[in-house]
């Protein structure tokens, strides 16, 4: 049997600590003389400040590299989470301090520290922590077997760092954080959204971008729709070329129906898609679709149900791109994730190939619900109540997680809590264009990633981060977040991005790429 590891209390605060701003040699004493409940400490560094170092050790499939902008201390750690599991973290503690502390997530199936987010983070003046999320690399192969590291990857990792931050910083400062916020996106929206349902004083403010909560439903959906297109076979019905056609077609059939040419489907709910406009014909013989394959693009842009009928997972939306991210989906092979957790986490057989993949597997998932990962509770009444925070954000051109699970599990809360209750503490913004977590057509920068913030105003206008902020700590709920396009370090496009269920609408005579011809109506 496998035994927890009790992690807290910590051992109390030493009397005398010092309140002065931390120097290089307080920073290499510090690590040297940490002392914390199954906690090791790997190494301690000072950092000046704009360096570019590499990260020996690091897995092949994570960051071999990374930046550091602010001057900090840079603390790694292992915390044994139990006799069978282990968390790596890192701390980046920077020598002027805001006084917030922040969590950083981890996305698809990976363990993988965000070293992005972490700098992101650091040169706010947050004193930020990373994890691997319980194990190395970006597949599911370290689950196998492993029912604690799939505890570490469902919930426990980041409840254990919100734990560490907090102590390390009473430690290292002198004083308690003013602050708790926390910052992820895809699986680290999903991580954010967990804490808000089950450890709701982890944090004062959520920051969680294009949420994989549903979370067996969203890689069971996954795995569906890489079946439409030939997986596991390795050839897919529909090549990538032709792929790409349909989503110009699906731009030409859909585009105005905002009333804005931009090529740009901002509400691709009301998008009813017609493939047949593409089959071929005696005088279109190239880059066409045959009535099989017009079948799968018609099942790919519909929802799945359950074997009891009842629906499991919203549509995948027409005006996400059929190129980058989702060649995960559409390549003829099983997506990866999806296969992933069902051989190394539903069925525990590595022999499994997914050859059979499809509804019987989802209901084995939410079966198991392996580390209670679903994520799907509604009642957010203990983080509204001790007075937390959360924004969330989500691409409507999101080729991984389509944003309309998004806005079925805001308008689950709404049901279950009420709109006005809601509306004082949750909220989220549809971004018109944009991709996962960033990237796409649209106005995709406005400060929820580190990449994505490089260029745009620090303001709370137009960096969601410093929203989150205002709202915490000065009370002033977010009515609008400015998103910024920007190609070749010029600024193609803005536009203003509104809270669900609420859309932004041109004015009449209004150039789109401005934001102020923008405007947000209920």
């Known amino acids: 049997m496998v035994n927890p590891i009790r992690l807290l209390p910590f051992l109390p605060l030493a009397l005398g600590a010092s309140t002065a701003k931390p120097t290089a040699d307080h920073c290499t004493s510090f690590g040297a ?24 050790g690091a897995d092949s499939t994570c960051d071999q590299s990374t930046t550091a902008a602010a001057s900090l201390c840079r603390l790694s750690l292992v915390v044994n989470t139990t006799t069978s599991s282990q968390v790596q973290m890192e701390l980046w503690l920077p020598d002027d301090w805001s006084g917030r502390t922040s969590v950083v997530g981890n996305g698809g199936l990976n363990g993988c520290i965000d070293y992005a987010n972490l700098n992101y983070l650091s040169s706010y003046n947050f004193a930020v922590v990373g994890s691997n999320n319980g194990h190395n690399g970006t597949g599911g192969a370290p689950f196998l077997n492993a029912p604690e590291v799939i505890t570490d990857f469902a919930w426990r990792a980041i409840h254990t760092e919100s734990d560490m931050v907090k102590e390390i910083v009473k430690r290292y400062y002198g004083k308690k954080q003013k602050k708790a916020y926390y910052v992820g996106c895809s699986t680290g929206g999903r991580q954010g959204f967990k804490s808000a349902q089950d450890f709701p004083e982890d944090f004062d403010g959520i920051l969680a971008g294009a949420p994989a909560f549903d979370f067996n439903h969203l890689l069971g959906w996954s795995g569906i729709l890489s079946r439409y297109n030939g997986a596991p076979s390795g050839k897919p019905i529909i090549g990538k070329e032709l792929l790409a056609e349909v989503g110009k077609d699906i731009i030409s059939q859909c585009d105005m129906i905002d009333g804005v040419k931009d090529g740009i489907i901002d509400h691709p709910d009301q998008c009813i898609y017609r493939p047949e406009a593409m089959l071929c014909s005696e005088t279109k013989k190239d880059l066409c679709l045959t009535p099989q394959q017009a079948e799968v693009i018609r099942r790919i842009f519909e929802p799945i149900y359950g074997m009891d009928g009842k629906l499991l997972y919203p549509r995948y939306e027409p005006g996400a791109d059929f190129g980058g991210y989702a060649t995960m989906t559409f390549s003829g092979d099983l997506f990866q994730y999806a296969l992933d957790w069902a051989k190394y986490v539903v069925y525990n057989n590595t022999s499994y190939t997914g050859s059979d993949y499809g509804l019987q597997t989802i209901a084995a998932a939410d079966a198991l619900n392996p580390g209670n990962i679903s994520t799907w509770k509604q009642d957010l009444s203990a983080f509204s109540t001790r007075g937390g925070k959360v924004i969330s954000y989500h691409g409507r051109a999101d080729p991984l997680i389509p944003s309309g699970n998004s806005a079925r599990y805001y308008d689950g809360v709404v049901r279950t809590m009420g709109q006005s209750k809601v509306s004082e503490f949750y909220r989220l913004f549809m971004a018109p264009g944009m ?35 205002d709202w915490v700590e000065n009370g002033k709920a977010p009515e609008q977040i400015t998103g910024t396009k920007i190609v070749n370090e010029t600024v193609e496009a803005q536009r203003v991005h509104c809270p669900y269920p609420g859309k932004s609408v041109l004015l009449k005579g209004g150039d789109w790429r401005k934001a102020g011809s923008w405007k947000c109506v209920a």
């Open 33 to 56: 003389s940490l002392n914390l409940p199954n906690t090791k400490v790997l190494h301690t560094t000072h950092l000046p400040g704009n360096q570019t170092f590499s990260l020996p």
């Open 435 to 469: 991709g996962h977590c960033g990237g796409g057509v649209g106005a995709d920068m406005f400060g929820q990633i580190g990449r994505l913030q490089t260029g745009i105003p620090k303001d709370k206008e137009h960096n969601i981060l410093l929203a989150l902020i």
